[in-house]
């Protein structure tokens, strides 16, 4: 079972590139969303999904844009990246309901 | 806002004590409270409340919710190295997952 697959594990970005991050689940989740975690911080939602078509903001939305095309699939797209924006992204997929959360392995990014 | 307050932020014991993670919140429309344990990587789920008074028990650990005080507690007794771990408290309400800052865990042996 593959569960949640975020790719790529590492990146070193330098300041103004762009990239996205890939995050596929093959679980049939409706809901899926991207966090950042900080040391300190916790896991800070940046943006969320409740199904294909539909997303919305979380708590530090800012400098990052995201589309859910289909079920399977929520990239995550910096346009325009800052050392503001080093940090691990963890995407996390559930079921509609009262459900648990799956998480992926994570993707460490770093903007130099 | 829906918000998690966890405390202690860090917590270091001995080998064998018991502990006790606190974690209060603030929702709008409240779904369920989780509980997830991370070590080296992802979060990895432990314990999901939504009624109060229940208490959910896996081995060593232990949880329960007050929905009037809006507090949760996670419980580890007869700590091992094992246990240590960022414990992160999560909140299910208006559609979205919000964290807390999480509680390191640390165990001397």
């Known amino acids: 079972n593959a569960g949640v697959t975020q790719t790529p594990k590492f990146q070193v970005l330098k300041t103004g590139q762009s990239m996205t991050l890939q995050c596929a689940q093959d679980m049939n989740h409706e809901y899926m969303s991207w966090y950042r975690q900080d040391p300190g911080m916790g896991l800070r939602l940046i943006h969320y999904?409740?199904?294909?078509?539909?997303?919305d903001q979380g708590e530090v939305p800012n400098g990052y844009n995201v589309s859910r095309s289909t079920t399977e699939d929520f990239p995550l797209r910096l346009l325009s990246a800052a050392p503001s924006q080093t940090s691990v992204y963890f995407c996390?997929?559930?079921?509609?309901?009262?459900?648990?959360?799956?998480f992926g392995q994570g993707t460490r990014l770093t903007v130099v | 806002e829906d918000k998690v307050v966890q405390s202690p932020l860090s917590l270091v014991v001995h080998e064998g004590d018991t502990v006790t993670l606190n974690c209060s919140y603030e929702?709008?429309?409240?779904?369920?409270l989780l509980w997830y344990k991370q070590e080296k990587k992802a979060p990895t789920f432990l314990f999901m409340l939504t009624s109060s008074g229940i208490e959910k028990k896996s081995g060593r650990l232990s949880s329960i919710l007050d929905k009037k005080e809006l507090f949760s507690i996670l419980n580890i007794t007869a700590t091992q190295t094992g246990d240590s771990a960022v414990y992160l408290c999560g909140l299910f309400g208006n559609e979205k997952l919000t964290f807390g800052t999480g509680t390191r865990l640390t165990i001397i042996p």
């Open positions: 999904s409740v199904g294909a078509g539909i997303t």
């Open positions: 996390a997929s559930r079921k509609a309901g009262n459900t648990e959360a799956f």
């Open positions: 929702v709008t429309n409240f779904r369920s």
